[in-house]
C-alpha cells in the first residue's frame, strides 16, 4: 500500500480506464485538490488494492487510469448477527466499529424483544463504504436481509463456531476464552430486551454457546463492538 495516498472506491476495477463516481469526483477536485498527473489509492471492495492516476480532473466525473493492482486475500470469516436498536445513529455506529474492527458479515435479526423489525440497508453500506477507505482494508462486508431469530439459528451455512451473549441466568463461558480468529466464528446479540428463555434453548439446539462479555450489562451496540474485539484481537 503506497502511503499518503488519498483513497477512493470503486465497484468495478476491472479494466484500465474507469471514472470516479460523482461525489468521489467532487471531493478529490474540489476539497483535495488534485489535479491531472496526481496518483490515487483505489479499493473495490472486492480485494483489489489499486493505484491509479489522474488522467481528466473532471469535478463530476474524474477520470482515472489503473497503474497496477494487487488481489488480497478474503479474510477468516467474522460474522455479527444483531437484534437492531430502535435508533439508526445507534445502528450507525455498529456498523461503523464493527466494519473497521474486521466483521465480514452481518445478520440483522428480529427476536421476540425487537425495538425494530424494518429497515433500509443502503445507508448502512454508505457507512461501510467510507469506513473502508478510513481503515485500509479491502473487503466489503455483507449485510445479509432481516432473518427471524428461529428461522436465522437454524441455518447450515454458519460457521461452526457460533456464539449467544445474553443476561439470563445460565451456564455460560467467557467469549475470551472460545473465541478462536484463525478459523470463521458468529456472535449473536440481543435487543435491549435480551432474547426470551425460549430463544436461548432453541439457539443451544442448534449448537449456539452461551457466553458472557465479562461483568457490566452492555446495551446492544456496545455489547456488538466488544465481542467482535474479542474474537478479532
Request: proline share 4%; hydrophobic share 35%; net charge positive.
Given at each position: 500500500m503506497e502511503k499518503n495516498l488519498s483513497t477512493f472506491f470503486l465497484?468495478?476495477?476491472?479494466?484500465?480506464?474507469s471514472f470516479l463516481s460523482e461525489?468521489?469526483?467532487?471531493?478529490?477536485?474540489?476539497?483535495?485538490?488534485?489535479?491531472?498527473?496526481?496518483?490515487?489509492?483505489i479499493i473495490d471492495g472486492l480485494g483489489?488494492?489499486?493505484?491509479?492516476?489522474?488522467?481528466?480532473?473532471?469535478?463530476?466525473?474524474?477520470?482515472?487510469?489503473?497503474?497496477?493492482?494487487?488481489?488480497?486475500?478474503?479474510?477468516?470469516?467474522?460474522?455479527?448477527?444483531?437484534?437492531?436498536?430502535?435508533?439508526?445513529?445507534?445502528?450507525?455506529?455498529?456498523f461503523e466499529k464493527a466494519t473497521e474492527i474486521g466483521v465480514t458479515d452481518f445478520y440483522p435479526i428480529v427476536s421476540q424483544n425487537s425495538e425494530r423489525r424494518k429497515w433500509n440497508s443502503e445507508k448502512f453500506k454508505n457507512i461501510m463504504v467510507a469506513?473502508?477507505?478510513?481503515?485500509?482494508?479491502?473487503?466489503?462486508?455483507k449485510i445479509y436481509d432481516v432473518q427471524d431469530f428461529n428461522a436465522?439459528?437454524?441455518?447450515?451455512?454458519?460457521?461452526?463456531?457460533?456464539?449467544?451473549?445474553h443476561c439470563k441466568e445460565d451456564q455460560?463461558?467467557?467469549?475470551?476464552?472460545?473465541?478462536?480468529?484463525?478459523v470463521p466464528q458468529l456472535i449473536l446479540i440481543g435487543p435491549e430486551g435480551?432474547?426470551?428463555?425460549?430463544?436461548i434453548t432453541e439457539s443451544k439446539i442448534h449448537?449456539?454457546?452461551s457466553v458472557n462479555l465479562g461483568e457490566n450489562r452492555l446495551r446492544t451496540e456496545t455489547a456488538c463492538i466488544v465481542s467482535v474485539t474479542m474474537m478479532k484481537f
Open positions: 465497484r468495478n476495477i476491472e479494466g484500465d480506464i461525489n468521489d469526483s467532487r471531493h478529490a477536485i474540489k476539497v483535495l485538490r488534485h489535479k491531472n498527473g496526481d496518483q490515487l489509492y483489489i488494492d489499486a493505484i491509479a492516476e489522474i488522467l481528466d480532473a473532471h469535478p463530476k466525473k474524474t477520470k482515472i487510469k489503473i497503474l497496477k493492482k494487487k488481489n488480497k486475500n478474503k479474510p477468516i470469516q467474522l460474522a455479527l448477527a444483531f437484534c437492531p436498536t430502535k435508533s439508526n445513529d445507534r445502528n450507525s455506529f455498529i469506513t473502508l477507505k478510513q481503515s485500509k482494508q479491502f473487503w466489503m462486508p436465522f439459528v437454524k441455518l447450515e451455512k454458519l460457521p461452526n463456531l457460533k456464539f449467544i451473549a455460560k463461558t467467557s467469549l475470551k476464552s472460545l473465541a478462536n480468529n484463525v435480551d432474547f426470551t428463555s425460549e430463544e449448537d449456539f454457546q
